[in-house]
């Protein structure tokens, strides 16, 4: 279909394009002014004390609230089992036998090499308690304040743990913990009955936390999250909804729960054979996901065994993609992937393996901009021909455009002509712009979501590449101690961005209206203000993939070059098109019978 006014379909696309990409990668952020914010602390609010198992047929109940006291004091007030792997360091609760203190050396609170490590679980009552639990539910079932007893001191990868506990019955619960040299626990619950009755209890486990966990942008779901019936749960179960709603409950088969953060996850995952009742559920400032297994009977003399698992730790995508394979289902979809995970796994994959070959992110990202831009030469190259021979014609087409004045249709119709003898197709800068929309965002969603891409450093003063560029002339680059807002905080890699946006444009075909020329001489500059408080890593994409467009269009150029004096409207030879031909009137046809005279005709 001919184009309907003087705008060029090629540019028509771009426009398009970028209002897309606008819309997807600002929009929504901008309204929610969530540009990034910097990684903050768990909310200071009042913890409750321990979660109590309710009775026999019921949920884990959410204990009312107590006093907060400090860290120190509460990993001080009660017996302990020290927690010492490569990846975990902490101590478990021997009072509850209760998972509530756990920190992950691996990774820092901030990009500073001297920050504290990460916490992921603190003591009830303290400030950010957060913690996991496992038990029995029952008339005989250890109560919250029970005091187990281990048989070692210390958990490690190579030697677990055995707690135990009996009742006044005279009952003996049992829990060997073991972990694995990640972020895995493995539970596995025992009950010996010596006594000459059988006892009903039902297996539980849960984690709780006080507060809301900082929220992230838009689009990472922060809070309790869970696979129930193969079904991922997480939109239907924010921290407000559950608030306002009251509990949210579900029954599966298998399956997992727990509480998320950006980077973090903690999930209760009990045997995946066993029927389950999984709550979450709010109550006096206390977030909890817990879930309730069948009734087992322990017979007179005789003993039953449940196993559950917790993953308490950094959402690494490889190692959340094995767990997955190793049964734990679907976990990886606790990494917020978003709409775009088809595309952005495969980026994410390409861009870690170019990470773990090069050693620097940065050079990563220009290697993975390298690659998408070869695999799409020969249609970007298709494209940047168009645009080059638009620009060849352009003096032509405004030409017509002036001879023909206010007859749109006849001056479509030479334009058309022209496109076909030149052999230009207007639409062929569609398709690369297209495809580059879901990898831009594709991008974007790795550099936002993926704890791989945390902290990590490029060249000189770009240190976080998941981060703004910090470096802004607004404080003379450091020099003044003020740090402005991130809408204006114009980095060197935004302006780098705007510039090479700009240098784009004036290769490109020039607009012949006037207020199209001046929306586009705006538009580098307000992009460039726009992708300010985005990831420097995502600017550096853009910036790079810029420079490669630039060279391309550069060498069409040369290829194509414009007359040196454009035609004017008076030596445009249009000749009008030729008549079509009167249809001829039917006659008889060969071989047929002539009327006779004497027949009268109606």
């Known amino acids: 279909m001919p184009p309907q006014d003087n705008q060029s ?25 969530r540009f990034f914010p910097a990684e903050q602390p768990r909310p200071g609010v009042a913890a409750t004390s321990a979660a109590a198992p309710a009775a026999a047929g019921s949920a884990p109940a959410i204990a009312g609230p107590g006093a907060v006291i400090g860290r120190e004091a509460a990993l001080a007030a009660g017996p302990r089992v020290a927690i010492d792997t490569p990846r975990l360091k902490g101590s478990i609760n021997l009072t509850g036998a209760r998972f509530d203190d756990l920190v992950l050396p691996s990774y820092r609170q901030t990009n500073d090499k001297t920050s504290p490590p ?76 010596p006594g000459a009755a ?40 924010e921290f407000e909804k559950l608030r306002e709603d009251g ?8 399956g997992w ?10 999930a209760s995952v009990p045997d995946q054979k066993a029927k389950i009742d999984a709550t979450f559920q709010y109550a006096a400032g206390q977030y909890q996901a817990d879930w ?58 390409l861009l870690d393996f170019l990470f773990k070959f090069t050693g620097n992110f940065g050079i990563a990202i220009i290697g993975l901009t390298l690659i998408v831009r070869a695999i799409m030469f020969p249609i970007a190259n298709k494209q940047y021909e168009s645009m080059a021979k638009m620009r060849l014609i352009g003096p032509r087409m405004k030409a017509i455009q002036e001879k023909y004045g206010d007859d749109k249709l006849r001056a479509q119709q030479e334009i058309m002509a022209i496109y076909k003898n030149e052999k230009v197709n207007p639409l062929a800068g569609c398709l690369p712009i297209l495809l580059q929309i879901p990898i831009f965002y594709a991008l974007y969603k ?88 985005f990831a420097a890593g995502l600017q550096l994409y ?40 009167a249809p001829k009137p039917a006659g008889p046809k060969p071989g047929a019978p002539k009327p006779s005279a004497g027949r009268r005709r109606k």
Not at 158 to 183: C, E, H, M, N, Y
Not at 545 to 567: D, E, F
């Open 198 to 237: 059988p006892v009903v209890l039902q297996p539980f486990g849960l984690v709780s936390r006080r507060g809301e966990a900082a929220a992230a942008e838009t689009n990472v779901h922060v809070g309790p999250v869970g696979v129930l019936q193969d079904t991922l749960k997480d939109s239907d179960l």
């Open 292 to 349: 309730l297994a069948g009734a087992v009977t322990v017979p007179a003399g005789g003993s039953v065994t449940s196993t559950a698992k917790l993953f308490a730790g950094a959402k690494e995508v490889d190692l959340i993609d094995r767990y997955t394979e190793a049964g734990i289902p679907r976990l990886d979809k606790s990494v917020s992937w978003g709409w775009f995970e088809v595309i952005a796994k495969p980026i994410f994959y």
């Open 446 to 533: 790795t550099l936002l979501i993926s704890i791989e891409m945390r902290h990590q450093p490029f060249v000189l003063w770009l240190t976080d590449l998941s981060a703004p560029d910090p470096l802004t002339p607004l404080n003379l680059f450091g020099l003044i101690a003020w740090q402005p807002p991130a809408m204006i905080a114009l980095g060197v890699l935004p302006i780098l961005l705007g510039v090479t946006m700009w240098l784009q444009q004036k290769l490109s075909p020039a607009q012949m209206d006037p207020v199209q020329q001046q929306v586009f001489a705006l538009m580098p500059w307000l992009f460039m203000f726009f992708m300010a408080p």
């Open 542 to 581: 853009w910036t790079i993939n810029n420079l490669v467009s630039i060279g391309q269009q550069l060498y069409m150029n040369r290829k194509y070059p414009a007359p040196a004096t454009p035609p004017s409207a008076a030596v445009i030879d249009v000749k009008p098109n030729p008549p079509k031909p």
């Open 118 to 193: 990460v916490r992921l679980f603190s003591p009830s009552r303290t400030a950010d308690a957060q913690f996991a639990q496992f038990g029995w539910v029952g008339a005989v079932a250890p109560p919250a304040t029970a005091v187990w007893t281990a048989d070692r001191t210390t958990l490690t990868t190579s030697a677990p743990v055995t707690l135990s506990w009996t009742s006044p019955q005279g009952l003996v619960f049992r829990q060997k913990i073991s972990v694995d040299k990640d972020f895995l626990f493995t539970v596995e619950q025992s009950i010996s009955n």
């Open 247 to 254: 509990p949210q409950r579900f029954t599966s088969t298998g």
């Open 257 to 266: 729960l727990g509480l998320t953060e950006k980077y973090w996850l903690a």
């Open 9 to 33: 379909p090629d540019v028509k696309n771009i426009v398009l394009a970028v209002v897309l990409s606008a819309f997807v990668l600002i929009g929504w952020t901008f309204v929610a002014d």
